[in-house]
């Protein structure tokens, strides 16, 4: 999370009002987080989120907070888009779209510990459970073909070298097994993304990446953050925790496990391209933390020597 779009207290007292919420009592920027802007709301009654959307627009939101709602309303915790005195979730706000949704309990753990880290797999795959019963179907935005255009835009700005590499691996990643369990992924399940009460979830949070895809993939994106060692080796260990986890809730076919090493390659391309990509375009933002793209082409080099 992070702001990139500045509110003063009118902004927020007026936008409040909408809302059977309570009165303003005080708001703040969240820092973290490259795309939309948010912050905390507090009023006389509850603490809310408010996320004002940089890049996505209104018709497009539909479809994360009918899945959130969806999840919310099955016993997942993740936060609830909050309806205002109308019926309506999303508003205008500094010309953007912007809505409201419930706070989740739990802070950002960087260090995660083995339970945790079971919490995580667990949740994981009920969340792909119950993805099953969600009739609605959104494409990857960021799929190959969108990798490729990303690599096309920006190569001019790259080293040689790493344009080898991302070059070659474009290729390879044509080629990934496709006859695997699909669902709605989460996509961004990063540590910054999952709030924890001690060794339990609090929340899962941040969806606006969610979309169609294998579940292998959104797997393989957690085991790339997740289970590394420092130098960005995979963890065995942490990783057999983790899946052994998912497991209890969902479990995993032979071809998935077979299909693994190709779609951790894919999520550190993934991640790879759209770093440089945030870094190159200099998006700035109050309380902005910038991700580092050296970080995941150091995964890519490793996963392609199948460590």
């Known amino acids: 999370m992070a702001v990139y779009t500045s509110l003063n207290s009118n902004d927020a007292e007026d936008f409040v009002k ?30 809310v989120v408010l996320t004002i959307f940089e890049e996505l627009v209104a018709s497009e939101l539909n479809f994360y907070f009918e899945f959130m709602h969806h999840l919310s309303e099955h016993g997942f915790s993740c936060p609830n888009p909050i309806q205002d005195k109308k019926g309506i979730i999303v508003h205008t706000l500094r010309k953007k779209p912007a809505a409201l949704l419930t706070k989740i309990p739990g802070k950002v753990h960087e260090e995660i510990n083995e339970n945790q880290l079971r919490a995580l797999g667990f949740a994981l795959a009920k969340m792909h459970e119950l993805s099953k019963s969600f009739n609605t179907h959104k494409e990857n935005d960021r799929n190959l073909s969108w990798m490729k255009k ?49 060794d339990t979830i609090g929340g899962i949070i941040d969806f606006y990446y969610a979309c169609t895809d294998y579940f292998i993939y959104d797997i393989a994106i957690v085991i790339n953050d997740w ?5 960005g080796s995979i963890n065995r260990t942490r990783q057999e925790i983790f899946l052994e986890a998912y497991d209890k ?27 440089y990509q945030d870094q190159l375009s200099k998006k700035e933002a109050e309380l902005n933390q910038p991700k580092d793209p050296l970080f995941f082409q150091e995964i890519l080099s490793l996963r392609r020597l199948g460590k």
């Open 249 to 275: 809730n969902r479990v995993l076919k032979q071809k998935e496990y077979d299909a693994l090493g190709g779609y951790l390659r894919l999520a550190a391309m993934r991640f790879l391209l759209s770093r």
């Open 150 to 198: 990303t690599y096309q835009s920006i190569s001019d700005c790259l080293n040689h070298s790493v344009k080898n590499l991302i070059s070659e691996e474009l290729v390879y990643l044509q080629d990934l097994p496709s006859d695997l369990p699909k669902g709605i992924i989460h996509a961004d399940l990063f540590r910054d993304n999952v709030l924890f009460e001690d």
């Open 18 to 47: 909408n809302y059977n919420i309570g009165s303003l009592i005080s708001f703040k920027g969240i820092s973290g987080g490259v795309t939309n802007s948010n912050f905390f709301i507090q009023t006389d009654h509850q603490e």
């Open 227 to 231: 289970c590394t060692n420092n130098d």
